[in-house]
């Protein structure tokens, strides 16, 4: 069990690392945020900060010494220089490498049992097209690394699209996965810690626009709660399988034949943002609460139902009449002038 007072590290500081900061204070903590950029708008409510390069492993190794357990915000970092770290690491560089290739996120999901859509892994224009005749259209080509938010997606709405998708992604080794049709998106957001025991947040169900997250939304449709007991298991058994400790989201397709895993998130979740005024422990407490081998929170929902919206871009110049809302609890994170596609912050509305 790590003490009140200790020090929390968290690698990455953009607004999940923020959260997690403003969590890990209410707990005693202190954080310490490992970020390239010169003013990352997480080093702003934490304790400390050190810039260095997220491949830079010697900066790394003496980060470690400053801290007593280290967390990691987002999936896109190299993961050889942060095994610098040692066991200190929590989870562990096992999620974060399964989680940013998508041929291995893919292979992994199916070993446990876990179902995907149809897939394919390809490294050429000769591998799509083959994987396009082999999956039938539409397919949707993805990136093996660094997609996030619709980036690094093309789709194959017909075989002479391919060349075009192909290009669109810039020709990097990716996967072509069939589009399936499906009646909702949703997530499981999870923890697991150290010694197995886990507990699992209401669904949300979401909806994106252009790629990105606009709205989750609890409780969830009947479409999506009839598939809650099975997608709690894949999601259980993908944590185990992982040696998992803190919190894990698994995004799933809400289909006939049941629920089908669109990918996994070693982390705490855009998703799961609306758990800090619904739930009786928020998903960052709780990641906490995991990683420093804290007992695990109640998820207990506050209210009977929860949605939480994105601002992203010039969304969030509405700031002033969004806080003179009644009800809403806004968050915003610091990030500057909006650009197109970024997210600035979220609004949360709870209902009787």
């Known amino acids: 069990m790590i003490e009140p007072g200790a020090t929390v590290g968290i690698v990455g500081g953009g607004q999940l690392g923020r959260m997690l900061s403003v969590a890990a204070a209410q707990l005693g903590y202190r954080c310490h945020i490992y970020d390239p950029h010169e003013r990352p708008c997480a080093a702003d409510v934490a304790a400390e900060f050190t810039r260095g390069a997220f491949d830079d492993a010697e900066a790394l190794r003496r980060f470690g010494h400053r801290v007593d357990v280290v967390t990691y915000e987002f999936e896109n970092l190299p993961a050889a220089p942060l095994v610098e770290l040692g066991g200190k690491l929590r989870p562990g560089t096992r999620s974060l490498e399964v989680a940013q290739d998508r041929a291995e996120e893919k292979s992994f999901i199916e070993r446990t049992g876990a179902r995907v859509a149809p897939w394919r892994q390809v490294n050429s224009l000769h591998d799509v097209e083959a994987a396009v005749a082999e999956l039938g259209c539409p397919v949707v080509l993805k990136t093996r690394r660094y997609?996030?938010?619709?980036?690094?997606?093309?789709?194959?709405?017909?075989?002479?699209?391919?060349?075009?998708?192909?290009?669109?992604?810039?020709?990097?080794?990716?996967?072509?996965?069939?589009?399936?049709?499906?009646?909702?998106?949703?997530?499981?957001?999870?923890?697991?810690?150290?010694?197995?025991?886990?507990?699992?947040?209401?669904?949300?169900?979401?909806?994106?626009?252009?790629?990105?997250?606009?709205?989750?939304?609890?409780?969830?449709?009947?479409?999506?709660?009839?598939?809650?007991?099975?997608?709690?298991?894949?999601?259980?058994?993908?944590?185990?399988?992982?040696?998992?400790?803190?919190?894990?989201?698994?995004?799933?397709?809400?289909?006939?034949?049941?629920?089908?895993?669109?990918?996994?998130?070693?982390?705490?979740?855009?998703?799961?943002?609306?758990?800090?005024?619904?739930?009786?422990?928020?998903?960052?407490?709780?990641?906490?609460?995991?990683i420093c081998n804290l007992p695990l929170g109640s998820t207990a929902l506050r209210s009977g139902a929860v949605s939480m919206d994105n601002l992203i871009g010039d969304d969030v110049l509405r700031w002033p009449e969004l806080i003179a809302e009644a009800g809403a609890s806004v968050h915003l994170y610091g990030k500057g002038a909006p650009r197109p596609g970024r997210k600035m912050g979220h609004v949360t509305r709870l209902r009787a």
Request: aromatic content about 8%; proline content about 6%; hydrophobic content about 45%.
């Open 147 to 290: 997609g996030y938010d619709g980036k690094g997606q093309a789709w194959v709405r017909e075989p002479a699209g391919a060349t075009a998708a192909w290009a669109a992604i810039g020709e990097q080794p990716a996967v072509a996965e069939t589009g399936v049709p499906f009646q909702a998106e949703f997530s499981v957001v999870m923890a697991r810690g150290e010694h197995g025991d886990t507990a699992f947040f209401d669904l949300p169900e979401n909806r994106h626009e252009g790629g990105i997250l606009r709205r989750s939304s609890v409780p969830a449709s009947s479409a999506v709660l009839q598939h809650g007991p099975a997608a709690r298991a894949m999601a259980a058994g993908i944590a185990e399988a992982l040696g998992h400790i803190g919190v894990l989201t698994v995004e799933f397709f809400a289909c006939p034949e049941g629920p089908l895993v669109n990918e996994i998130a070693p982390r705490v979740h855009n998703s799961g943002h609306w758990t800090i005024e619904g739930a009786a422990t928020s998903q960052f407490e709780q990641h906490i609460r995991a």
